[in-house]
C-alpha cells in the first residue's frame, strides 16, 4: 500500500513565537513543516522541493513581498496556497488568507482549517492519475478514434493517438477506470497538442450518475494523510 500523502509547508519567519505556534497547529493538521529564517533563502527551497503551502512572516514588508511575487512567477502550472502572518489585520494581494499576530494555538487552528480545505481542493483538482486504457473514441458525429487515456483527473486527463487530433475535437467514448463498477460515459475537448502523439483534454459532460463515480473514484485515490483535528 502507497503510504498517505503528507502535506509540505515552508514557515518563512524568525520568531520564535510564530514558529513555535504555527510548528505546533501544522503537525496537528498533519503538515510537514520546514522552517526558514529569511525570505531570501525561500526561493531556493521552494524550486528544490514540492511545496503546498507557505507561510511569511509580513515583519520586514519588502522583502516579505519580494518573495510573494517569486512564489508567483514560480509558480504557474500549481497555485500554492499562501497564508500571511502580519502585526495588524490588513488585506495582503496574493496572500489567500492573512493571520493576526499575536498567534494562539486557537486561532491559528480555527484560520487553517479554511486553508487546508482550499489544499485538499487544489490538490484533487490537479492529481493526475495512471490508466493506460484503450478506447474507441468518436469525434463528431462518425469519426472513431483508437486512443489510450494516460492519466486523469478532477480537471481532466492525457491521452495518446496515432491519428491527428485538433485543438478544439470533442471526443465521446466510455471508460472503465482501474477498479470502478462500471464504464463511465465521458465528453472531453481537446486543449493542448504535443509531439509524440500525446494531448490534454478538458471535461465537456460526464452524465450526473457517472460523475459520482468518477468522483468517488478520485476520492478513493488522493489518499492525504488524515489530520489530529477535524476539518
Request: aromatic share 6%.
Amino acid at each position: 500500500m502507497t503510504p498517505d500523502l503528507a502535506f509540505e509547508c515552508l514557515l518563512v519567519s524568525k520568531d520564535p513565537q510564530v514558529v513555535y505556534t504555527l510548528n505546533h497547529v501544522l503537525d496537528n493538521f498533519s503538515i510537514s513543516t520546514k522552517v526558514c529564517l529569511s525570505p531570501a533563502k525561500a526561493v531556493y527551497e521552494l524550486r528544490s522541493g514540492s511545496t503546498d503551502l507557505v507561510v511569511i512572516d509580513w515583519e520586514e514588508e519588502s522583502s516579505a513581498s519580494e518573495l510573494l511575487h517569486g512564489i508567483q512567477s514560480l509558480d504557474a502550472s500549481r497555485k500554492k496556497t499562501i497564508v500571511a502572518v502580519a502585526p495588524v489585520e490588513r488585506q495582503i494581494p496574493g496572500a489567500h488568507l492573512v493571520l493576526k499576530k499575536p498567534l494562539t494555538a486557537e486561532s491559528g487552528t480555527k484560520s487553517l482549517k479554511l486553508v487546508y480545505i482550499r489544499m485538499l481542493q487544489e490538490h484533487r483538482r490537479h492529481a493526475r492519475y495512471a490508466v493506460l486504457t484503450p478506447v474507441i473514441a468518436t469525434i463528431g458525429r462518425d469519426r472513431l478514434v483508437p486512443v489510450t487515456i494516460t492519466n486523469i483527473g478532477d480537471g481532466g486527463m492525457g491521452l495518446s493517438c496515432k491519428e491527428t487530433l485538433t485543438i478544439g475535437d470533442v471526443l465521446s467514448f466510455r471508460l472503465l477506470l482501474p477498479g470502478a463498477r462500471r464504464a463511465i460515459y465521458i465528453e472531453a475537448r481537446i486543449l493542448w497538442t504535443r509531439a509524440y502523439n500525446v494531448a490534454g483534454c478538458e471535461f465537456v459532460r460526464i452524465p450526473p450518475v457517472d460523475l459520482d463515480i468518477f468522483h468517488d473514484w478520485i476520492k478513493n485515490r488522493c489518499q492525504v494523510k488524515k489530520p489530529l483535528v477535524a476539518v
